[in-house]
Each structure stands twice: as structure tokens, then as C-alpha cells.
């Protein structure tokens, strides 16, 4: 058996990769210089265009373009109008931001178990925890597989209760073939980096729902508005506006806004290349009884942001640590996604204690990320599966 790169042995490969990486082009560069020469740095033509772009892609009537993800979390949470008082349901397994901006608001985050297959939000948890405080649901398409819609929206319709999808994983995925962005009260997106398309940072919330639109865009700007109409003191001065709320500035530059939409444009081949490593991993890995593949709905059609590499740790004698730390000795940077959000110290000074979600700690313990993004090539993915089987190899029980 080859020997393991931890133990001395060459590593599979030379140089390392990590789990995620922006693609950007020379029309990306041109797109931002563009801007920078003749446009104006911000509330410009660009952040139209961009939201235009964006209603497009999702099929929402209405976008807002915001300085990142968590802004977007942060408004729709504001906007769906959840305080003081509100619980409001949050997926256990996500980025804390997604928990975080309930507390923005002074409302309590209440976490739902996930499917042990699917790694998304549980509809049968979520019931189970409904009270007469219940507000709304923030669920996550984890790894960019959309959330279950039909029983997430049958729920939100017994309670009375509002829905917004973090969608940072998934621009590009559909379910039953709607976009991700159109079907849920609120649709998050994050254009970090390391998601599918990158301004750099950037978010946007969609929505279909004239009421919200407004609302978001008046919260992005300070609370400020120009609308005669949402006015206490209506003037017909030209220069008068008026703070009617309490907002942020969470505005996008247009220099932002231009290098987003010139990724847009080349999401149909990102999400292409994303699903093409994918199926090469699936049908790697789903013959290994030692490693478990995420389980795919078939109402999902995924742009995958993540690629969970999950250890059937009965099968194994090592752990996760061991794994992962022998991944990074064959050059293959993973990463862990996520802590249960309440295992976060913070969390635990809130009160949340170890054991609300069975099937996410024990997610937790089992998971790494597998690089995945547009730019990898078919002898890098033969790498890290390669390293993969060598591992597994090695600690087979
Ligand atoms: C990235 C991410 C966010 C936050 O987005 P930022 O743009 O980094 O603020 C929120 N939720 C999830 C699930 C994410 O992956």
C-alpha cells in the first residue's frame, strides 16, 4: 500500500488546493474597469443592471443588491418584521450569519434539526417546533440543494408564518424547475468570494412582493425615503427626503455591481462545471462503504456550492481530525461546514445547550469539504479522489 503523505509518504499532490476559489476573467476586468473609467462609483446605472440581472436569473419580480450577505439576512429579517419577543425556526447547520440576523432584530433563533441524507432543514422538525411565538422560517439550501419547498411553504400556510431562504449556496438551483429566488417570501444571496459568483463581497435579496421591495430598499438606504407616498411630512421641495425608520447603509458600489453581472453571465458554465465534479465524486465515492454521498431530492436540480465528503466513521479507525489532517498532508486544503451554529460560544452564553439537534451534531462530527469550483480540472478531481481512496485505504477497519 502507497504510504501516507502524514507518515512520510509523497503526496498526491504537488502543490495545494483548497476547497473554494474565485473564477475571474479578463471581461470581469474589463467590466470593473469600465466602471472605474467612465462610470459612477455608486447609487449608478450598474446596481439597475445588476438587479435586472438577477430578476432574470431567479425569476423574481424584484431584487435589491446590498453590501454583502449577512446585510441581506439582516434586512429581510428587519423587513419580514420580526422584535423583540418573535421566535423565528433556523437550520442548525448553516453560517451563523443565518441564525445571527434574527438576533440583529431582538427576535430568538429556535434551531431545527436536519435530514440525516439530505443535510438540509427537516419539515418534521420545523412542525415540532412551532409555538404561538413563532414568526417566520430562515432555511438554508445547504451546499446549494434547494430546501423543500412544497412541505416548508404547506407549514408556513398552517402557521401564518413567513419564509426566507438563505440562498448564499444556491444561485443557479431549481426546484421543480423554478429558480431558487422566486419561491420563497425573501430569497438571501451572498456573492463572497468562494460562492458560485463573486462581486467581491455583495448580496441581494429577491422578492415578489411589491410591499417588501420597498421596504428593503428604504432599509438599505438609512430608512430614508424619496416617496411622497411613505412620507410623514410630504414636501414638494426638491431637495427633501425623509427618515421614516431606522436603516443602514448596506448600499453595493457600482464597481461591485459590474463585476457581478459580468459573472453572471457565465453562471450557465459554472454551474455546469460545478454538477459535472460532482457526479465524478458521486459515482467515485458511492461505491466506498466507508463514505456516505449527500443524498440529492429529486424535485432539486443543484448548482452545488459545497462537496460534502462524509465518513462512515463505523467503517474507519480513524476520525475526522485524522482524515482531514491527512487530506491537508496530500495538499487538498478542506474545510468544515459548519459547527451546529448553538455549539458557537456565543450561543452557549444565550443558553443553547449540546443535544437540540441529534442529526446535526453527529453531522458535524463526520464532514469535510472537498474542493469544488470552476476552475478545477479533471486531473486535479482525479487528485483528490485519489487522496481520498489512499486515505481510506489506509484507516479501513
Ligand atoms: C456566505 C454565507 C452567508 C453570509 O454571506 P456574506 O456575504 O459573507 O455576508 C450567509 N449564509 C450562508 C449559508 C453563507 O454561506
Redesign the pocket.
Known sequence: MEQLAILGGTPVRKNPISYGKQYIDDDDVAAVAEVLKHGDLTCGCKINEMENALCEVTGAKYAVAVS??????HLAALAAGFGEGDEVIVSAI?????ANCILYCGAKPVFADIRPDTYNIDPNAIEKLITPRTRGIVA???TGQSIEHDAIRAICNRHKLLLIE?A??AIGTKYQGRPVGSIADMT?F???P??TVTSG???AITTNDEQLYHRLIRLRTHGITRNREEMVHPSDAPWYNEQVELGFNYRLTDIQAALLISQIGKLPAFAARRKEIVSRYDRAFSEMPELVVQKEIPESDTTR?LYILRLNLKALTCDRRQFFDALHEENIYSQV??LPVYWHSYYEKLGYAKGLCPNAEAYYQEVMSLPLYYSLTDEDVAGVIKAVKKITAYYRK
Not at 454583502?68 to 439576512?73: E, S
Not at 448553516?94 to 443565518?98: E, I, K, N, V, Y
Request: with cysteine.
Open positions: 454583502n450577505g449577512t446585510a441581506a439576512l448553516t453560517f451563523a450569519a443565518s438554508v439550501d445547504f438563505d448564499a449556496h438571501c451572498s456573492f463572497h468562494v460562492k463581497e455583495g448580496g456550492h461546514h459548519y
